[in-house]
């Protein structure tokens, strides 16, 4: 039973490093392109800034939802919360994107589309490596 246990805690927090890597990850690209995007001026590095805060954020309600006690479910439940985490991550994106094109009057929505997808696609980048 302990055994069980530990071996519970030990794949529990290795999901838990490797996510945390992907978030890190994700975090210094954003930063560094919002940097770069700093050169061409401040309007396009807080664009770039916002466009990968609309991807990080709701990347991180999935990881911190999915993968807490990923240990402790059927594999049933885990679809279902997958799926669950999913849509609410991809409808937290979309009311990101809204309140951003909303509220901000002066944006460079090239910097904040390049941001998105600079971002994303470091995810795609680190979950191919670590896997």
């Keep these: 039973m302990r055994q069980a246990w530990r071996q519970g805690v030990e794949n529990s927090a290795e999901h838990g490093s490797r ?11 954003m930063l560094a392109g919002a940097g770069v995007a700093l050169g061409i001026g ?3 590095a807080y664009s770039a800034l916002l466009g990968g ?13 999915v993968f807490r006690r ?21 409808c937290l994106a979309a009311l990101m994107f809204g309140a951003i ?29 670590v896997s």
Excluded: H
């Design 70 to 90: 990923y240990t402790d479910r059927s594999p049933e439940e885990i679809a279902a919360l997958m799926l669950r985490a999913e849509v609410v991550k991809i």
């Design 101 to 129: 094109f909303a509220f901000i009057m002066a944006l460079n929505v090239v910097a904040l589309i390049l941001g998105y997808l600079l971002v994303k696609a470091t995810g795609v980048v680190v979950s191919v490596r």
């Design 53 to 65: 805060m609309a991807a990080l954020v709701p990347d991180y309600y999935f990881a911190r939802r």
């Design 19 to 29: 996510i945390g890597q992907f978030l890190w990850a994700e975090v210094l690209v």
């Design 42 to 44: 401040v309007e396009a």
